[in-house]
């Protein structure tokens, strides 16, 4: 069974600043590990997955994230917040193999300020 | 990337109708659709899968005369809500996968039952 975590459902930064939403997950085998973006009213976008190889993954929009297997963590980063970040943003998890029944996370709203 | 849409994106229907949903993928063939719930300020929740051809697969909780999923062609799947009720009022988003395994989300549907 694979469950996520997201910590902190509402996130506020400056435009410029760093974003950092952060994501832990749960998976009984090795997962494949997801970030989507939400705008209002809209369906998922994809911003960037993890299935295997390099940890550092890059994604849309100048978006990375970071699998770290001994923390369980998948962490969303980008070095300077734009005002159009501002979106709900989803974690998911999937088992190995299988890129399909997503569980996700609760999501973090993220604003960005001037 | 590859296009689902859903149809309508916008629907207000009175207690008792009945609604019909539809979510196309106009670029690829989605050999498994699945359609999701979100409530306000919540995450996605899986309803339901369903393969083309075959019967859905729900989740554990999920009515299946209620929500009546049929997937007859590789580009389209419906959802129809049958006698809807206020508790009913969501947005739900589908997802195709196809072939290459990969997951492509619709806009989403909200739907409002008075």
């Known amino acids: 069974a694979q469950s996520v975590t997201q910590l902190g459902s509402h996130v506020s930064v400056s435009e410029g600043a760093l974003v950092l939403l952060r994501c832990n997950y749960s998976?009984?085998?090795?997962?494949?590990l997801f970030w989507y973006v939400q705008y209002p009213n809209q369906g998922l976008q994809l911003l960037l997955k993890?299935?295997?190889?390099?940890?550092l993954v890059k994604g849309i929009n100048g978006f990375e994230a970071e699998f770290k297997k001994s923390e369980t963590s998948f962490h969303l980063t980008k070095p300077s917040a734009h005002m159009s970040d501002a979106a709900e943003y989803f974690c998911?998890?999937?088992?190995?193999?299988?890129?399909?029944?997503?569980?996700f996370g609760t999501g973090t709203r993220l604003q960005v300020t001037l | 990337g590859a296009v689902v849409s859903q149809h309508p994106s916008w629907v207000i229907c009175k207690s008792g109708t009945s609604v019909k949903i539809e979510c196309r993928s106009l670029?690829?063939?989605?050999?498994?659709m699945f359609w999701y719930r979100q409530f306000p300020k919540q995450s996605l929740m899986l309803m339901a899968t369903?393969?083309?051809?075959?019967?859905?697969?729900?989740e554990q909780g999920v009515e299946k005369d209620k929500f009546l999923i049929n997937h007859a062609s590789l580009t389209l799947s419906t959802l129809t809500v049958t006698s809807a009720h206020p508790e009913d009022s969501s947005f739900y988003i589908c997802?195709?996968?196809?072939?290459?395994?990969?997951?492509?989300f619709g806009e989403g549907s909200r739907l409002t039952v008075l």
């Open positions: 998911a998890v999937t088992p190995t193999g299988t890129a399909s029944k997503l569980t």
């Open positions: 998976s009984s085998v090795p997962p494949y």
């Open positions: 993890y299935t295997t190889g390099a940890t």
């Open positions: 670029d690829f063939q989605a050999t498994t």
């Open positions: 369903s393969n083309e051809g075959s019967k859905a697969t729900y």
């Open positions: 997802s195709g996968q196809g072939f290459t395994g990969e997951l492509f």
